[in-house]
């Protein structure tokens, strides 16, 4: 069984705080997920959606890819303002 799971990358950088939002079925209910949730956030995070094999580990081949991303909002952070 195939998942989609969705993170959200705050200002696009999933190395600066990111956290997993849920796991989907179904990839068009996980899209909806990010683009609800990115808006919720006002903008300050991407939200990504990634797929894997249910019970497997996650093959860097095949799920690494994105196939689906949110806009980010046209502005950048200000320093000291988040």
Known sequence: MIIYIVEAWRWGDNHNHSYVLG?????EAA???AIDHAEYRGGKYQCVV???KLNQEMD???SAS???QTIMDI???IDGVA
């Open 23 to 27: 796991c989907w079925d179904n990839l």
């Open 66 to 68: 994105i196939l689906y």
């Open 50 to 52: 990634q797929q894997s």
């Open 31 to 33: 899209k909806k997920a």
């Open 60 to 62: 860097s081949d095949w």
């Open 75 to 77: 502005f950048e952070p």
